[in-house]
């Protein structure tokens, strides 16, 4: 995705009432307005002028100043959209060619391909035959390319979640009524915490479930020590009794060390019954597997003295089922521990020499960079003393 890098911003969403696109978008802006601008130049992109024009504005939730983000039509418009230019596949070509800001397209591909994926699954058809029925409107094409506007713009940020209120009931839906949460959001939240506080209803709707998912990683996160500097609130259209129906977001800057943050799923195993052909070949496999970050093998010594090895895998969050899948095919384990962990990270950037030789620049807490030879680059050389020798000189600065 592209963007700058935010060092040290974290964002903490608390769905109070519920979780919409129309909610966490109003909610973001509300504590950060410098976006405002941007967000609308997107929204207005991808949004025909006679259809209408995306509004921002003052709303009081149950006593709490908040912001709401809604569709103003245009007269005689309607939000409605019709025709065949609904499937997965023709919205994303809308985004995909529309004049968007830096990043935002991705974004908002990705938050769309979240519910198409998850559309697909439930109806069982193929992706690219999924029509939207839960954007299959002007105002939440509008929604989708808000928040994909804001992530990107935003890119490098951590977000954490508190739990999400599970609602009850029936919702009406194109295909009937639907017990809440809808099939959709189920799916696409599958493994987040939720709540029951006895108010029904739709809570969370899919577009809501996919931002989150999308902004979160497939995991709640953690929220870290910082100090607050911002709190926004979006609020839906539905009134509550006694419980104000927003969305909220608190910022906090962590910005202390340089050092970013983020989350990951651990995953390993020990084997102690496969040759070392196998174990290169799961290895390679494992390591070429999508959402795989990290392959570590250790050596120890297992159960009735036998030799082992671990082989232990670092996994972003919304492929650590996949990945987990792939292991029990790829070995001979019979279970795997998993484990949530917390990583920081130093900022980097590639960049490339005269000679053509690619490096990693290392900004360093202290303030100083440091900078490491891309090992492939090095592979020409014909003996270790010349490999060491390449390597200096593309460590050196100049």
């Not at 209408?52 to 709303?59: N, S, V």
């Not at 009937?176 to 709707?205: F, M, N, S």
């Not at 979160?216 to 926004?232: A, D, I, M």
């Amino acid at each position: 995705m592209a963007g700058r890098t935010l060092m040290g911003l974290h964002l903490h969403l608390d769905p109070v009432g519920g979780a919409a696109g129309d909610m966490f978008i109003a909610a973001m802006l509300h504590a950060r307005p410098d976006l405002t601008d941007r967000v609308l130049a997107d929204v207005a992109a991808v949004l025909p002028a006679e259809v209408g024009h995306p509004a921002l504005t003052e709303h009081v939730a149950s006593g709490i100043m908040s912001r709401q983000f809604r569709l103003v039509l245009a007269d005689g418009g309607t939000a409605a959209r019709h025709g065949t230019d609904t499937t997965y596949k023709a919205m994303r070509a809308l985004l995909e060619t529309a004049p968007l800001s830096d990043g935002t397209a991705d974004a908002a591909c990705a938050i769309l391909h979240r519910i198409a994926e998850a559309e697909a699954k439930v109806h069982n058809i193929p992706i690219d035959r999924v029509h939207f029925h839960e954007i299959a409107d002007w105002d939440a094409l509008m929604d989708v390319t808000a928040a994909g506007s804001i992530c990107a713009a935003l890119d490098g940020a951590t977000y954490s979640l508190a739990p999400l209120p599970l609602g009850g009931g029936l919702v009406d839906t194109a295909h009937g009524k639907l017990p809440v949460p809808a099939p959709a959001t189920a799916l696409i939240l599958q493994g987040y915490d939720w709540h029951d506080d006895g108010i029904a209803g739709e809570r969370v709707t899919p577009t809501g479930a996919a931002i989150l998912a999308h902004v979160t990683g497939g995991s709640h996160g953690t929220r870290p020590p910082g100090r607050l500097s911002g709190v926004g609130s979006g609020a839906g259209t539905r009134v509550m009794q006694g419980l104000p129906n927003i969305l909220r977001v608190t910022m906090f800057d962590t910005a202390t060390s340089g050092m970013m943050q983020d989350q990951l799923v651990q995953l390993s195993c020990d084997i102690d019954d496969m040759t070392g052909e196998e174990l290169g070949a799961a290895t390679d496999t494992l390591r070429a597997t999508a959402g795989v970050v990290d392959v570590l093998l250790l050596t120890a010594m297992g159960k009735k003295s036998r030799p082992v090895v671990r082989i232990d895998l670092l996994v972003q969050p919304d492929a650590a089922e996949a990945v987990a899948a792939r292991m029990f095919d790829v070995t001979s384990t019979l279970g795997l521990r998993r484990s949530v962990v917390d990583r920081l990270i130093l900022p980097r950037s590639i960049e490339t020499t005269p000679d053509g030789t690619r490096r990693k620049r290392t900004r360093r807490p202290a303030g100083h960079d440091t900078l490491k030879v891309e090992s492939d680059d090095l592979d020409a050389s014909p003996t270790l003393a010349a490999r060491r020798t390449a390597a200096r000189k593309g460590e050196t600065e100049g």
